[in-house]
């Protein structure tokens, strides 16, 4: 089962990246916010926004771009993973 996991969290990282290139941007951070709910440490997320980034660049002084907003996501993310699993004996939904 294990083994399973980690070849479907690779192929499905490997989708996620290859969407940096054909899909539109949004539509690529919405399914890489998705799997990180999904999967734990999910950092292919900042990886492809960190692509988005380098490819489309964030315009304006302002921005933090798209790698900003999913570094913060995925620790956000994480943050609530173990303060579930605290509340709940151990045990993450």
Same mark, same amino acid.
């Given at each position: +089962? ?26 690529? +951070?919405?399914?890489? &916010? /998705? +799997?990180?709910?999904? $999967?734990?440490? @999910? ?10 980034? &380098? ?6 002084? &302002?921005? /933090? ?7 913060? @996501?995925?620790?956000?993310?994480? $943050?609530?993973? /173990?303060?579930?699993? +605290? ?5 993450? $939904?």
């Amino acid at each position: +089962m294990i083994r399973s996991l980690e070849k479907q969290r690779v192929l499905i990282g490997v989708l996620l990246l290859v969407s940096v290139f054909v899909l539109p941007s949004l539509f690529t +951070m919405f399914l890489g &916010a /998705i +799997m990180s709910l999904r $999967y734990a440490r @999910y950092f292919e997320f900042p990886i492809a926004s960190l692509l988005i980034d &380098a490819l489309y660049g964030p315009t304006g002084h &302002a921005t /933090i771009g798209l790698f900003g907003f999913a570094l913060v @996501y995925i620790l956000i993310v994480d $943050y609530v993973r /173990i303060r579930i699993r +605290m509340r709940d004996n151990r045990k993450l $939904y």
